[in-house]
Each structure stands twice: as C-alpha cells, then as structure tokens.
C-alpha cells in the first residue's frame, strides 16, 4: 500500500466546503469519487483542514492510500482529467506510511482580501470581499499584530460539531500583518490551527476598530478566556484563501 501526497488548488464558489456532505458537491467528494475510480475501489481522502463553503485554496495538502502502482506524474494527470476546472491537482508525491496531513501540519497560512474603491472589478468579485466603505486602516494595521501569541479564540469561533469532544479553544499565531496592496487591503494569519470562521471572524474584528467600533482594549478582551459572546462578524467566504500549510523535514 501506497501512502500519496497532494498539493490541491482550487476555486471553492461553487463548492460547499472542503468536508465530504451527502447530495452536495464538495472537495473532498471530488476527490474521493476521481481517486476511487483510478483505484478500483473506494479511498478516503483526508485534508489538512474544512475550508468552509465559498473558501478558495492555492496550498491545500491532502493524503491517500492506494494500491495502485501509477506512477505520481500520472497520477497527477489523470486526477486532473476526471476533476472539474474549478479543482487541480498540482503536486503529486509519495509520503511516509503515517503521514497524515492534518495532524502532522506544523503551520497554516490564510489570506483574506479587501478590495476597497467604489467599484470592484467583475473578473475579481469571486475572490474578495467589496467594501468600499470609509474604514480607519492605519488603525487596522496597527491593531493586527494584536492576535499574535498563544491565546483563547473561543470568541472567534463558529459553532461546530467536534465541540461535543471538548476539544480546546487554544491556538498560537505566529503572524498576524495586514497591509494595503493597490485598492486591496490583505490580511495574512499564519498559526499552528484554525477554528470553524475563526479567520473571517478575526478579519471582522479588524473591520469593526475600522469603523471606530472597537478599540484596542476591546480586541484584547475578545481574546480573553471566558469573554461573554462572539467576536467579529464573519466576514464573507469569497475573501479567504489557504495558501500554505507547512510540515516538518
């Protein structure tokens, strides 16, 4: 048996999320369906995370058994051949027997993009959230690093099944930096692991101290354990895009 790494790309609009659902496409289906085929037999697929539904990614990882013996160039042509355009493959290589995408992730990174003048390219409108409304960015900038460090993200997460296991709220940011890049506003979060809309919660808390209505003490205290509601709001999927999940040698 064959342990086999991916690098995926893809356009998540038409897609309800990363996570396998039943009667709606998504990318984990996809993949499943086209691996399955090429094997003969039905193969599980598992991701380094569920972007959630309208989420983009240029750096997805994901991993498979297969018993097959194609060689990886191939492999990597004959997914692409069964995907739809919206899903690529772009690497193909084998991995360590154990490898699991997810829990061997050392690092996650996101950027969230903000075009900001009145009217918003069409070609573009998939791939960022419009708001062209007056927003303190100096203020904006100042205030992201603010999410660096090892804190409590219950406030900026989205209720989620896997709360029923308990599992810890905790999460370490490496970096946090957003910047103005021609009519855009970019955010870029790189961290050890990401919540349920956690990223498009912390872009909205960024977006409310714009506005003027938040300051600098009531994003600390958001990231506060047992801060009494929800951060944010979430801004809108189209904006977010996992571009690179980092592992050790």
Request: hydrophobic fraction near 40%; charged fraction near 25%; charge should be positive.
């Amino acid at each position: 048996m064959r342990r086999i790494r991916i690098l995926v790309a893809y356009d998540g609009t038409e897609f309800h999320g990363w996570q396998i659902q039943p009667d709606v496409p998504t990318i984990q289906g996809w993949l499943e369906k086209v691996v399955s085929e090429i094997e003969g037999g039905p193969v599980k697929v598992h991701g380094s995370g569920r972007t959630d539904a309208g989420v983009h990614a240029t750096g997805q990882v994901a991993a498979f058994s297969l018993r097959n013996r194609i060689p990886c160039p191939n492999l990597r042509k004959a997914m692409n051949r069964l995907l739809p355009p919206a899903i690529r493959v772009l690497e193909v290589e084998e991995a360590p027997a154990d490898f699991h995408p997810r829990y061997h992730a050392r690092s996650k990174t996101y950027e969230y993009r903000i075009w900001r003048e009145e009217v918003c390219p069409p070609m573009r409108r998939l791939y960022l959230c419009h708001f062209p409304y007056p927003l303190d960015e100096e203020r904006m900038i100042r205030l992201a690093p603010l999410f660096e460090g090892e804190h409590d993200f219950s406030a900026f997460a989205a209720a989620d099944e896997r709360d029923a296991l308990g599992g810890s709220k905790v999460r370490t940011i490496f970096e946090s930096r957003l910047w103005r890049e021609g009519a855009e506003l970019v955010y870029r979060v790189r961290g050890s692991g990401f919540l349920k809309h956690m990223v498009r919660m912390m872009v909205g808390t960024l977006v409310e101290a714009g506005k003027g209505n938040l300051a600098r003490e009531d994003v600390e205290a958001r990231l506060a354990p047992g801060f009494p509601g929800k951060a944010g709001p979430a801004m809108p999927a189209s904006g977010l895009c996992l571009v690179k999940v980092e592992y050790g040698p």
